[in-house]
């Protein structure tokens, strides 16, 4: 333990290993009886006690203290006791180790005075209690025969200060006050460190908070982007199947058509170019009624190509009129119960945004088909607060949240995608009473929304 030793009237002397041997190397012969106070001022830094003369900071008798003083002596107790309550402090006077250790446990004492020569037993044993138990209380010893090997205890057990009889009032009042200045200093520090060290844990507790905040908003970003690619590559997939049947549909019907026309035409072409063939002219009427049915078919079949690409029937008659058409198709199609509800006047929505809530039909239908088990379905479509709402419900076996949650299939995925440029939206949830309701809304848009979306995906559909 390193320290110096400033003695009163002597100027400050020695900082080192504190031992007899150092502390007699460094002691005038005449100090044995000549000291009068060793002034321990403690601040322990990295196992250094360091040591100065005087305490600069210490406001003394600025501190109310509640002090525990054990002095076996009465009249020395009763004096002691009353300089301490003079100056405002709340004293605990006892006579002995036994007495001050029963206080101790009771009572919460900022500083012990304590005399090193007690019935039974050392103070310097309190001392060394104190310094296991309650390592913050400072301790002042005060002693009738003040020796170099008790001082040296003294400052092993950590002792505030080192005290001779007989002692002055001054001197009392104004150690006290620096024990007690320094042991609010020392509180205060351990609470700060305290508060130091939660706030710091809290710190880490939230950085890593925000760091899985932050990776698991990273994660979803992840998932998005890949089916954002997964549905490019659908949209990319459905384009070309649709561009192949079309291609087959016009090859196969189409072209069938054509040329069975071409063959009448040529035939009645034929009749006219040569006059060796004396056809009928009911014969050749009935060539002409063929040729005016092929060309029937042909029509039929043009249009039905093209309303299979568009449906006119959204464009000519508006979403109602389209939704009613879909729903009668679809319930030739299946054996399905078919409920709709539609509202009296035609939804003032922009004609991509009834094309949106169109395929949102067009798909859910398909599911409730491919995958409900269904007896019923119900389309509604109505205005909700701020927008329009269309709601596909079946009575089913119900979509399961995994479903929702983590299909890997598109069509959900592809449903939400299309109200996404007007900030529409659509859920999907388990009825109830057993099975699935699709709900899809659309804003009310502004008029300058509404004339950019047109622009933007006028080619969509
Ligand atoms: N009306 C419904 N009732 C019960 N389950 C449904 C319903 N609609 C969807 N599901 C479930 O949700 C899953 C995901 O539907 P989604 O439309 O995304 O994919 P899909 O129909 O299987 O394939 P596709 O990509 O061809 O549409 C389906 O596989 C089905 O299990
Ligand atoms: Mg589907």
């Not at 390592?135 to 505030?160: K, Q």
């Amino acid at each position: 333990m390193a320290c110096s030793l400033v003695f009163e009237g002597w100027p400050a002397f020695t900082a080192g290993v504190l031992g007899t041997s150092s502390l007699t190397r460094g002691w005038p012969p005449n100090l044995a009886h000549g000291w009068q106070v060793c002034q321990f001022v403690q601040r322990r830094a990295g196992g250094l006690v360091l040591a100065e003369h005087g305490f600069h900071g210490a406001q003394e008798g600025s501190y109310m203290a509640k002090i525990l003083l054990v002095e076996d002596d009465p009249s020395v107790l009763r004096t002691l006791e009353r300089m301490l309550k003079s100056a405002g402090h709340d004293v605990l006077g006892v006579g002995d180790i036994p007495g001050a250790l029963q206080l101790l446990e009771k009572e919460q004492v900022d500083v012990v005075i304590t005399d090193i020569v007690l019935p039974g037993a050392s103070g310097l044993e309190l001392l060394r209690h104190l310094q296991d138990n309650h390592p913050h209380l400072p301790a002042i010893v005060i002693t009738g025969e003040p020796t170099l090997d008790s001082a040296v205890e003294a400052v092993r057990a950590r002792a505030f200060e080192y005290l001779a009889k007989p002692i002055s009032k001054h001197q009392l009042l104004r150690t006290v006050g620096q024990a007690v200045h320094i042991k609010y200093l020392e509180d205060e520090r351990r609470r700060l460190e305290a508060a130091n060290r939660a706030y710091q844990e809290n710190l880490e507790k939230l950085v890593a908070e925000r760091t899985q905040a932050l990776q698991k908003s990273e994660a979803s970003l992840r998932q998005s982007e890949q089916q954002l690619h997964a549905l490019a590559a659908r949209l990319i997939h459905i384009r070309e199947a649709e561009r192949a049947q079309m291609a087959r549909e016009i090859h196969d019907e189409l072209g069938q058509l054509l040329t069975g026309l071409k063959m009448d035409l040529h035939w009645l072409m034929r009749q006219c170019q040569d006059p060796s063939k004396k056809s009928t002219p009911e014969a050749i009427a009935r060539r002409l009624q063929d040729a005016l049915a092929i060309t029937d078919d042909t029509i039929k079949c043009v249009q039905r190509l093209a309303a299979e690409l568009r449906p006119s029937v959204l464009d000519k008659l508006g979403l109602c009129a389209a939704l009613r058409h879909e729903l009668r198709q679809f319930a030739d199609r299946s054996s399905l119960e078919i409920e709709i509800n539609l509202p009296d006047e035609e939804p003032p929505l922009p004609p991509e945004m009834a094309m949106a809530f169109f395929r949102i039909t067009q798909e859910a239908l398909t599911n409730v088909a491919r995958h409900a088990q269904a007896t019923k379905v119900t389309v509604t479509l109505r205005p909700a607060p701020q927008g329009w709402e269309l709601l596909i419900t079946d009575n089913g076996r119900g979509i399961r949240e995994e479903d929702i949650l983590h299909s890997n299939a598109l069509g959900l995925l592809g449903m939400k995608e299309r109200l996404l440029p007007w900030g529409g939206s659509v859920t999907f949830s388990a009825v109830p009473s057993g099975g699935t309701c699709v709900r899809a809304f659309l804003p009310r848009q502004s008029d300058n929304n509404r004339g950019n979306d047109h622009e933007k995906h006028s080619h969509s559909g």
